[in-house]
């Protein structure tokens, strides 16, 4: 799978970052260079759809991003500064003005940074006025801080790591130097964001059971429980519970009286979220008058997610809470409350032009953004028509026409084929291409 990773910066902090995601063959980097760090938000909101995950240049265009909730913690990153560049910006100064430069003041590296800086190369005797801070800045507060402090003939040159900043300076004759990530440093954080992601994709792939108990009223007699209208009520709840294993494309197991076992994906579960589970309790009560009892667990194999999964209905039992509990492979205990953490489709702004297109295929365009938004929920951009019908719970002839009409406008193109069995057509498999 190809990592599509969206670069954020000024242009030539985005060649460094080329640069280094050259090295491994699973990125695909789109450069988005910017003049000013204020663009990321034009940049982000119009390029959404095209990247997986974001790596920033720096502390300024991230925390502007995530000031403004134009992205999560969880899919994007910067490389931070460390002494070791500074150390080469101060190098060349020196190297530049042929003298030891006695002061010097510096923005955004932390104040622990530059003390370790300070020791580890023995440059006790460098006064350096330090401007640390976190988050976002306005680039103005930066320049007056470097700006006021040479008018006073305190420092003998500004070292900074904002470009802004440092074109303001130069502007205003402040002998200036800007600060970048070191290779090295780009390189460490590129690795750590590639384990984050496949991290992420190995724990959608865990397995997960969801546990559904009917629970049995104390009121119920004997007689009652093996009539006939009981066992047609039964019948009743298992056309309900096979809807929901449907709706999960999960394996449905009855365990024993009135217990059942859901076999999926933690994936499947968190996309669908669990609020069908809780449709399940209330359509169980209108049409059938039985209380269920609902548990997920998860887990590394298929006997720990079964542990955990009678773990939490050992947990359940001892509460009255409408809730579902799950627990994860740490034997971690959670309840999950209706209506909690309910995930919306990536709808997409397709435009007039697009809108006719599919209006003259005869599809929706409602499905066309189901299936990028569960392609990219999965990272999976080769598809058959047999992945089409699971995610859209379809046909495998609509799935076959929706595949040929996306082919037809650009959205997908034939990238091989696959024999199904020993009889039967060769399935086309296909390359969806909505980034592109």
């Avoid at 303001?168 to 800007?178: D, I, S």
């Avoid at 990028?372 to 609509?398: E, F, H, M, P």
């Amino acid at each position: 799978m190809k990592i599509r990773l969206g670069a954020v910066g000024p242009e030539d902090s985005i060649k460094k970052i080329e640069q280094e995601a050259g090295r491994f063959q699973d990125l695909v980097l789109i450069p988005f260079p910017y003049e000013r760090t204020e663009e990321t938000k034009g940049i982000i909101e119009a390029n959404k759809d095209k990247v997986d995950y974001w790596l920033f240049s720096g502390q300024a265009p991230y925390f502007f991003a995530r000031k403004l909730n134009l992205v999560e913690d969880h899919e994007a990153t910067y490389p931070p500064l460390y002494g070791s560049s500074l150390l080469g910006k101060l190098l060349k100064a020196q190297y530049e003005k042929g003298t030891i430069l006695p002061s010097i003041s510096v923005d955004t590296i932390s104040d622990e940074e530059m003390d370790s800086f300070r020791n580890m190369f023995s440059l006790q005797d460098l006064e350096v006025y330090n401007y640390p801070y976190e988050g976002y800045l306005p680039p103005d507060e930066i320049v007056t801080f470097h700006e006021n402090l040479y008018k006073e003939k305190k420092i003998e040159a500004a070292f900074t790591s904002i470009r802004s900043v440092y074109l303001a300076l130069k502007e205003r004759g402040v002998p200036c130097y800007r600060v970048t990530p070191t290779e090295l440093a780009i390189q460490l954080t590129i690795k750590f964001l590639r384990e984050r992601i496949h991290s992420a994709l190995y724990r959608k792939s865990q397995i997960a059971i969801v546990g559904i108990e009917s629970v049995q009223s104390p009121l119920q007699s004997e007689e009652e429980y093996y009539s006939f209208k009981s066992k047609h009520r039964d019948l009743d709840l298992k056309r309900l519970i096979l809807l929901y294993a449907e709706k999960v494309h999960g394996s449905y197991v009855q365990i024993g009286d009135g217990v059942f076992f859901i076999y999926t994906t933690l994936g499947e579960l968190e996309y669908q979220t669990y609020q069908p589970l809780f449709d399940l309790i209330h359509q169980a009560k209108l049409q059938t008058g039985l209380s269920l009892r609902t548990v997920s667990g998860y887990g590394r194999t298929a006997i720990e997610a079964e542990q955990n999964v009678r773990m939490a209905f050992r947990e359940a039992r001892s509460s009255n809470d409408q809730v579902v509990f799950t627990v994860d492979e740490d034997k971690s205990v959670r309840k999950v409350w209706e209506n909690e953490g309910e995930v919306s489709y990536n709808q997409r702004l397709w435009g007039e032009e697009w809108l006719e297109k599919f209006k003259n295929a005869h599809i929706s365009p409602a499905i066309v953004s189901k299936i990028q938004s569960i392609s990219v929920y999965y990272g999976q951009k080769t598809v058959t028509a047999k992945d089409i019908s699971t995610w859209l719970n379809s046909t495998d002839r609509n799935a076959r026409r929706i595949l040929t009409a996306l082919e037809d406008m650009g959205l997908a193109k034939i990238s091989g084929e696959e024999q199904p069995g020993q009889r039967g057509r060769p399935r086309k498999i296909y390359t969806l291409t909505f980034a592109e």
